[in-house]
């Protein structure tokens, strides 16, 4: 019999609902013990949905409870901190994305996993679309015969058309969040084409970031109370192209903000027998309840053109509590393979980097990143 885990969530703003309610229903495996957050509206908000008390500080909570595992929700620039503050009093480690601010932070948090040998799971929870693990098994079976074939490019976008988050809060402030659109956004839909390639090596990167919306005051999105007159020094769109060294594609793009049809989030993967292409249209801006999810397969049959249309049971929660309850299997059973490794948010933020440096410079960038 499986032994029951017993769960922390740190920060205890809009994403670690999802976590709690994750762990709350996942019957015995997992028991929702306490949370931390500094902020008093977030632990009583906590404490009414949830039923559990809060610590104002988490090393309290760590030291306090006996936890196997801890989410960690806290804005960007406080990952690292707290990730490596729970591994050193042994809680397996669940990151909200992006992983940290820098590859030298994720580095860091990889190698004192390693050393504790406890896990360190990336919430990439966008693999766990149940579109995302349908293309994931049609490209691992391909046995010659049937699949895709070889992939030559992946183009991928998370674009929102009016959808800054919170001008003025740490999402806005580079310092905290360590980027814009391209960190809180693009990071998902990089590791989704990284991921269906199998985290290829990369060989060159070109990227480019603006501010466009951002520079305007009255931008903002539909979370929270912005404030028109805080701090903004991040980009609000990021484009950049990829190349691998076995001669494959990766175009990317993300915004906070632009002119076009409304929130989408797609990837499009074509190969050289056939193509998939997964897309989350949002009807309402960042309402994931009323967006529609849609997977086609485009080929030939020898005779003829054919558009497939295929189904799967939606997810409204993008994969989000999917991730949580993942990383909980792994907690309990150390033998089971996790679908997100340590290593990879090492790669995906030395590609993040590369995108930044690539805009800033104004040119390509030969890439490199080992871990
Ligand atoms: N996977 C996803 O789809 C997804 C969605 C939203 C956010 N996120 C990520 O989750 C993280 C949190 O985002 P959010 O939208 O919940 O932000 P948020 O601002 O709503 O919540 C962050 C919380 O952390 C708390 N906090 C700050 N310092 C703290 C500390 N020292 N100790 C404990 N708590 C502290 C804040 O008071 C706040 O309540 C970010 O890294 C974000 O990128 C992921």
């Not at 936890?67 to 009093?89: G, I, W």
């Not at 030298?104 to 693999?127: H, P, Q």
Request: glycine fraction near 10%.
């Amino acid at each position: 019999m499986k032994e029951t885990i017993r769960v922390g969530i740190i920060g205890l703003g809009g994403i670690s609902r999802v976590h709690a309610a994750a762990y709350r229903g996942y019957g015995d495996n997992a028991i929702l013990v306490s949370g931390a957050d500094p902020d008093t509206p977030a632990r009583k908000k906590f404490h009414e949905t949830f039923g559990i008390n809060a610590y104002v500080n988490y090393k309290e909570m760590l030291a306090s409870e006996d936890l196997d595992a801890v989410s960690v929700c806290v804005p960007n620039f406080l990952h690292a901190r707290v990730a490596l503050d729970c591994l050193d009093a042994h809680c397996n480690v669940y990151c909200e994305k992006p992983p940290a601010i820098n590859e030298l932070e994720v580095m860091d948090m990889i190698e004192a996993a390693k050393k504790k040998d406890l896990l360190l799971m990336w919430a990439f929870n966008n693999r766990y679309r149940p579109e995302a693990q349908l293309i994931k098994r049609l490209i691992d079976m391909d046995d010659g015969i049937t699949g895709i074939g070889n992939i030559y490019q992946v183009s991928t976008s998370w674009r929102r058309r009016n959808g800054i988050p919170m001008r003025g809060g740490w999402f806005t402030k580079k310092a905290e969040s360590g980027g814009g659109s391209l960190i809180d956004l693009g990071v998902h839909v990089l590791d989704l084409a990284m991921w269906v390639l199998d985290y290829p090596k990369i060989r060159t990167v070109v990227g480019s970031v603006g501010d466009n919306f951002g520079r305007q005051k009255s931008h903002n999105g539909p979370w929270g109370k912005p404030d028109s007159q805080g701090l903004f020094n991040v980009e609000d769109y990021a484009s950049a192209f990829i190349t691998t060294t076995d001669g494959c594609a990766i175009k990317l793009e993300s915004s906070w903000a632009s002119h076009r049809e409304g929130e989408q989030v797609a990837l499009e993967i074509l190969g050289m027998k056939g193509s998939l292409k997964m897309n989350r249209k949002f009807r309402v801006e960042g309402d994931d309840n009323a967006a529609v999810d849609r997977l086609r397969f485009y080929h030939d049959n020898g005779e003829a053109w054919v558009d497939e249309e295929l189904h799967v049971t939606p997810d409204p929660a993008m994969g989000r509590i999917a991730g949580v309850r993942h990383f909980v299997d792994c907690v309990q059973d150390r033998e089971l393979e996790p679908v997100v490794k340590p290593e990879e948010g090492y790669q995906l933020m030395c590609l993040l980097r590369a995108i930044y440096a690539s805009a800033e410079k104004g040119e390509a960038i030969q890439f490199s990143a080992t871990a």
